[in-house]
Structures are given as structure tokens and as C-alpha cells.
């Protein structure tokens, strides 16, 4: 009788392990296409450099003929703040102001007061915002490119991956490294520079800062850009280990990394006034070496190729690794840039750890935060959490299932954005014009058309309908999600193009207006869309774009495009 109970025991035991190990890969599988979808994203915004070179050496005819919309285009872009203190001053504080009110310099306890109002969603006035932006600098510029610290009995050092703007995992961080105490002392925060801040204003930060802080918006961006770009590009410890936020690169020099001018570059995507589009394609050592550490990602394979999945950066193997901590006497590099399922990912034989520490990044439980505690003698510990929210009792099947069904959303927006490009390539492969194709034509297609590298096959069943005999009704992939609210006047192949290319639009006509109203006249705007058009040989007739209206509200135009999704192929 024990052994039958025994025996039924280790069957339910294994078919529960089996069990977990599917949605296990169901949900590895479902964060590679969250993470496949945010590189290809960030390709698309490395390549607007080269939309910004064509805007350049397009500049100077558009000036000749029209001098003030060449200023609206170009010009006003690039203007700074010659007295930056003195608009500081200029900021008054009200006395109806109830939040902190900060005194320099910092104290521990002066920030405890600023955690508490941010955790009670309070709003720091803009003049303290600017006071802190400028005490930061002050305290950046006496740094050097490569930072030096050490542990020590009394020291626990803290490094912390990307956080992607979570306040609530960075408070979490803080509250964990102190120990529940206000502020402790002996721990030392680790960070380096991530993003160029003309990168991280891509991303909705600009909206945001903008929203909170109106008038003074515009001003705490400015100086906030120079902040940026003097954070350090790396930190070393105990001479042993290397934090940076990307990676390395078969020619990565510590040496000329201490002696650039880190300042200087501003952005990866915005060239200089009066840069050629050569600029970009043969960048200076310097310029090459931050972008290998911003950027590049480690790899299984030997070697040291071209970051073709971000489109910056490279990846590297094992061997340049090694090579690089032993011309360095270094035994380790600790790097973000990438999310993982369980917060950090050790690889390289133990020489490359990757730490991320934005928890529930692509989704509601996608994944585990992580920051890392170094303490004294070379002992690395890692903690792992995750933000509390609903989803915390949900059961990870649920989870899994609404992480997959989030992926196929944006798989289907990606679709209905190449709506004709599909259509058109279909029909080449539809021979017997049935309005079916294969299984691995349709696939094919797919990835050619959107141009990402996804397991379309395996994908197929919930984003097309397939018929007894294993052929696709390529229509079908149409049925149940739209582009809604677009202008009446506008054509299918125009909506298409002005919902796939939004995000793009919405970048260039920020960068050219510069009061942020959402305003622009129909002058700006048609001039942008000839350049843009031209750049990426968009084939719309312009008769189109002329007939939208002669002043355009920017923000309610991006808004009218949006897919609506009737119904999902996924099992509730």
C-alpha cells in the first residue's frame, strides 16, 4: 500500500515539475518577444541619427529660402542658457508652497525628507529641482571618467542595474540597503552612466518633466542635459571589478576611456550643428569607445561583431572577456542593459554579471528587480523583489497568460501597421490566388515584411487562421484589429504610414518646436514630412498631406491613432 502511495506520489510530482518547466518556457518565450520588440525599437531610435544628419545637410537650402522657418526647423534647437544661476534665482518660491524646502549641502536627513514627500507623491518645486541639478554637476565635473572606490569591513557597496524611472524599486532598493533604518551611512550606491539624456527625453521623460514643472520645464531639461553628461562612464572596484552599463568591446581602452572628453558627447543621436553625415558613420575613437559601453551586450560565441539587434554597440564573446580582464588585471564586469527573468544572469564563466533592477518591466510580473551587495573580501550577494501590486496573487499561469496575450497585442499593432506590405507580399506567394498560403510562406513573409527575427511559426495559431490542411487564410490576420479614429480624409496607405512611423513623427515635431504647445503650423509641418519622407522613400502623394488642415494640433493628431482590438486568439 506504501508503495502505491509512494509511486502516485512521485507521478503527481513529475507531472507537476513537467508542469511548471512548460510555462517556465512559455514564459521565456514570451519575454525573448517583449525583449526582440524593445531592441528593434531602440534600432529604429539609434537610426534617427541618420534622419538627423539628412535634416542637417538639408538645413541649408530650406534656410536660404525661408530664413524663419529654417530657425523653427533647425536652429532654436540648439540654443542655451548663457547664466543658467541666474535663472535659478529668477525661479521664486511661493510661501503657499507646502512641500520640502532643501538647504545645501545635503544631509542624510535632509534626504530622508525629500524619499518621504516623493513616496507621498509630492512635487518638488522647480527652484529646488534646478539647486539640486547644480549642486550635482558641481559635484560630476570633479569626477573622473572612471571612478575609484573600495569596500571595506565597515563599507557594504550596493550596485544597482537599470531602473527605467520605477520610483517604487528604487525606494525598495534604499529601504532594503539601509535596513529599514532613515539612512545608513556605510553603504555606497553604485551607478554609472546608462543613456545619453537626449536618449532617456525619447522615452517620455521630456512629456513628463514638461507636464509637472510647465514654464520651468523647459529649463530643468536644459540643465539636466549637461548634468547627464557629466556622470562618469565607469566605476572600478577594489581594482578588481568593472561596473559600466553596457559592456566592452575587443578595443575598449581604460586608458583613452580616462582621457576623453565625456561631456562632449551628448547624445548618440543628435549630431552637431554643421556634422556631415559622415559623422556618423566614422566616429572618433572616443565617441566609439562610449557607445561600446553604453550599448554592447555579452554573447555565448567567441568573438566581437556588430550589436545588430540594437543597432549600436557590439556583442562579445567569452574570449574578449577574458582578454580584456586579464590586459587589466580586473576579474570581473558587472553591466545592465538588459532585462532578466530573475532580476541578474551570470555568464562568461563567471566573469560577466548582468543586474537589473526595474522589476515587472515589460509587464505586470514579466520579471524580478535585483541590485547586488558587495561585501568586504570579494562576496557578491544578490536580492531579488519584486513591487508588490495585484498581480501578486495572481497564479503564475495567469500571469504567464496575460503576458502572452500582451505580446500578441503588439504583435498584431506591428501587423496592422504593414497592412498594403503584407497584402502585397501575400498575393505574390498566393499562386493560386485562394486567399491561402503556407504555414512557412506566411512566416516568411511576416519576418521579411516587419523585419523581426520571432518564432512566427510557432506564433501563427494565435494570429492567423489555419485551415484542417495547414494553410493560412492570410487575411485573417486582419479580422480582428484596426487603426481606429484616424482623419476621414486620410487614405488607408497614409494611416498606415503615419501610425507605423508615430513615434519617429512625434520625436521630430517635438525637436522642432520648441515651446511644446503641441501646436505647429502646416508650413513646419509639411516641410518635416518632405524631409522625412524623402529620407525614408515613403511613396505618399503630397495632395494627401495637404488636405489634413492648415494648423495641426500635434497632440490630439498622434491620439486619433491608436488599434483597437476586437477580440484576442488566446484561451481565457
Known amino acids: ?295 554592447s551586450d555579452p554573447k555565448g560565441k567567441n568573438g566581437c561583431y556588430p550589436n545588430t539587434s540594437r543597432g549600436g554597440g557590439c556583442y562579445f564573446g567569452p574570449d574578449v572577456t577574458a582578454k580584456f580582464l586579464n590586459k587589466y588585471h580586473l576579474k570581473m564586469i558587472i553591466r545592465s542593459h538588459e532585462c532578466k527573468p530573475d532580476g541578474y544572469d551570470i555568464c562568461h564563466d563567471g566573469k560577466v554579471i548582468t543586474v537589473f533592477s526595474a522589476s515587472n518591466y515589460y509587464e505586470d510580473s514579466s520579471n524580478r528587480g535585483a541590485y547586488i551587495k558587495l561585501v568586504y573580501g570579494m562576496m557578491l550577494r544578490f536580492f531579488q523583489y519584486r513591487v508588490a501590486g495585484a498581480s501578486c496573487l495572481i497564479q503564475l499561469s495567469q500571469r504567464i497568460h496575460t503576458l502572452e496575450r500582451s505580446t500578441i497585442r503588439i504583435l498584431k499593432a506591428k501587423i496592422i501597421s504593414r497592412r498594403s506590405d503584407l497584402i502585397s507580399a501575400f498575393y505574390l506567394r498566393d499562386y493560386s490566388k485562394s486567399g491561402k498560403i503556407s504555414v512557412a510562406q506566411w512566416a516568411f513573409t511576416v519576418e521579411n515584411t516587419l523585419g523581426l527575427n520571432l518564432p512566427w511559426r510557432a506564433l501563427s495559431p494565435h494570429l492567423v487562421n489555419i485551415d484542417s490542411d495547414g494553410n493560412v487564410d492570410y487575411m485573417s490576420c486582419f479580422e480582428d484589429v484596426q487603426i481606429e479614429n484616424s482623419p476621414e480624409k486620410m487614405k488607408t496607405p497614409l494611416i498606415e504610414t503615419m501610425y507605423r512611423y508615430r513615434s519617429d513623427l512625434k520625436l521630430i515635431f517635438n525637436l522642432i518646436h520648441c515651446d511644446h504647445s503641441g501646436l505647429i503650423s502646416m508650413k513646419i509641418f509639411l516641410a518635416m514630412w518632405k524631409l522625412f519622407s524623402s529620407h525614408y522613400s515613403v511613396c505618399i502623394d503630397d495632395s494627401q498631406i495637404d488636405e489634413l488642415a492648415n494648423t495641426m494640433d500635434l497632440n490630439e493628431f498622434f491620439k486619433t491613432f491608436y488599434v483597437v482590438h476586437k477580440h484576442d486568439k488566446l484561451n481565457t
Not at 544631509?107 to 534646478?130: E, G
Request: proline share 4%; hydrophobic share 40%.
Open 1 to 295: 500500500m506504501v508503495d502505491k502511495v509512494v509511486k502516485a506520489a512521485l507521478v503527481i510530482q513529475k507531472r507537476y515539475r513537467g508542469y511548471r518547466a512548460r510555462l517556465k518556457a512559455r514564459e521565456y518565450c514570451a519575454l525573448a518577444i517583449f525583449q526582440s520588440l524593445e531592441y528593434a525599437d531602440e534600432q529604429r531610435q539609434m537610426q534617427l541619427s541618420s534622419i538627423f544628419s539628412f535634416m542637417l545637410e538639408n538645413y541649408t537650402p530650406i534656410y536660404k529660402e525661408n530664413r524663419v522657418l529654417g530657425d523653427q526647423l533647425i536652429g532654436n534647437n540648439f540654443r542655451e542658457f548663457q547664466d543658467r544661476q541666474y535663472n535659478v534665482e529668477m525661479v521664486q518660491v511661493p510661501q503657499s508652497y507646502n512641500g520640502p524646502r532643501l538647504k545645501f549641502p545635503f544631509t542624510f536627513s535632509d534626504i530622508d525628507v525629500l524619499i518621504r514627500a516623493y513616496k507621498n507623491q509630492q512635487v518638488l518645486h522647480a527652484h529646488y529641482v534646478l539647486e539640486v541639478l547644480f549642486e550635482t554637476k558641481k559635484a560630476l565635473k570633479k569626477m573622473p571618467n572612471l571612478t575609484y572606490t573600495n569596500s571595506s569591513p565597515f563599507k557594504d557597496i550596493t550596485i544597482c542595474g537599470d531602473l527605467h524611472g520605477h520610483l517604487d524599486d528604487l525606494l525598495l532598493v534604499f529601504h532594503k540597503m539601509s535596513g529599514g533604518q532613515k539612512y545608513s551611512p556605510v553603504c555606497h550606491f553604485v551607478g554609472t552612466k546608462a543613456l545619453p539624456e537626449k536618449e532617456v527625453r525619447l522615452y517620455g521623460f521630456s512629456k513628463e518633466v514638461l507636464h509637472k514643472y510647465k514654464v520651468h520645464g523647459r529649463k530643468i531639461l536644459e540643465v539636466l542635459e549637461e548634468v547627464y553628461s557629466w556622470l562618469p562612464v565607469g566605476t572600478i572596484i577594489d581594482k578588481q571589478i568593472l561596473v559600466v552599463h553596457g559592456g566592452i568591446s575587443e578595443s575598449t581602452d581604460l586608458n583613452l576611456l580616462n582621457r576623453i572628453q565625456r561631456s562632449k558627447l551628448k547624445s548618440v543621436l543628435m549630431p552637431p550643428l554643421g556634422a556631415s553625415r559622415n559623422r556618423l558613420t566614422n566616429l572618433t575613437d572616443s565617441d566609439e569607445e562610449i557607445i561600446d559601453l553604453l550599448w
